[in-house]
């Protein structure tokens, strides 16, 4: 019989962080950095805990040489074969602390997965990725890799309850993707009506994985650095975008000329494009849960990796957070039904 939950659900758009007393004198006192002990891998992880998205036009090697610079983390896409992979671990070994090695759920995926995790044995994350992440399929191929690679720091999802993040948690996954919909260029809420708003689900989810040392990821929704530290501040370990570093020099995809100006090409993964360069086309069994669209190029990715991480300093800075990992401590959410004065336009 059907069932329906009455209590309101938020996204990153229906809320603002209310700012407190502080003792902080400068922005720069602020420290981005995480340390963090995984649950399962009992590895150990330092850096900045934004991640650009494994899709095939974000997750690339140069977005990831750019960004490690930083101390921010990539999860590569899944279509660079284990030579490609040698290539960027023998010219950029210093970059493979804050990499994944992505895969899917078939065959192909852990044959690629295990040829790359062979040839690179610095190379200790991995990135199961699905859209759905609630099927017993899914489940089982992460216990797999687990039993496989019991050494290896394994993220998963994705997934918006909390009962399912602690059923890949205790499957072997360290870390739980969060989030079904959000993205700028995902259509599963319109084609399917299934989803959940994001900022409800990273609180939920967030809960669930600390109860059992786990960790997750915010994957989606957010469209500037205040959802960021909003979603830092709802208590995501990590945080990861494939909108907000699209567009830039260090992207994947097709590069046009309209009107003398530039764009690149970006869309989801599960878009008629992508599966029409991945798999030859939409099988006539499913749909296509994504768009493409044309992003005006934005230059090099370092000006967006300082206003990401400017924002996020300065967000720490209004709720008297010193460190990063304080922040949901001093998070206190607002409801609103404005946030910004539009008078002039959207912001640039």
Not at 101 to 117: H, K, Q, V, Y
Not at 142 to 152: I, N, Y
Request: charged share 20%; net charge positive; hydrophobic share 40%.
């Amino acid at each position: 019989m059907p069932n329906i939950i009455n209590d309101i659900k938020l996204d990153f758009k229906d809320v603002l962080l209310r700012p407190k007393r502080s003792t902080l004198k400068s922005r720069f006192d602020v420290d981005l950095f995480r340390d963090i002990t995984f649950r399962n891998s009992k590895l150990a992880y330092q850096g900045i805990p934004v991640m650009a998205s494994n899709m095939d036009t974000v997750g690339t090697f140069e977005m990831a040489k750019a960004l490690s610079k930083h101390g921010l983390f990539t999860t590569i896409h899944k279509y660079y074969t284990a030579d490609e992979w040698k290539v960027f671990a023998i010219r950029n070994p210093e970059c493979l602390k804050n990499v994944a090695a992505s895969s899917g759920t078939g065959n192909e995926d852990f044959e690629r997965l295990s040829m790359i995790l062979a040839t690179i044995p610095e190379l200790t994350f991995i990135c199961i990725d699905v859209a759905n992440g609630y099927s017993q399929h899914f489940v089982e191929y992460v216990r797999r890799v687990r039993l496989e690679f019991p050494f290896h720091t394994i993220i998963a999802g994705n997934v918006v309850t909390g009962e399912m993040v602690e059923e890949l948690i205790l499957s072997g996954a360290d870390i739980i993707k969060v989030g079904i919909g959000p993205g700028s260029v995902c259509t599963t809420r319109m084609k399917t009506g299934v989803g959940y708003p994001q900022l409800s689900a990273v609180i939920e989810c967030a809960d669930a994985a600390h109860g059992l040392k786990g960790h997750i990821i915010s994957d989606g929704g957010c469209t500037c650095p205040g959802d960021i530290a909003k979603a830092f501040g709802a208590g995501a370990d990590f945080v990861m975008a494939g909108g907000m570093f699209a567009g830039h020099d260090e992207c994947g995809g097709e590069t046009i000329q309209k009107n003398g100006k530039k764009y690149k090409l970006f869309y989801g993964m599960a878009s008629n494009t992508a599966m029409k360069k991945h798999a030859g086309g939409v099988a006539d069994y499913r749909s296509s849960e994504g768009k493409t669209v044309e992003v005006a190029h934005k230059g090099a990715v370092e000006s967006t990796i300082l206003d990401m991480l400017g924002g996020l300093r300065s967000a720490c800075t209004y709720v008297g957070a010193s460190r990063l990992r304080e922040l949901p401590k001093r998070a206190t959410f607002i409801r609103c039904n404005q946030q910004i004065n539009n008078i002039y336009g959207p912001p640039m």
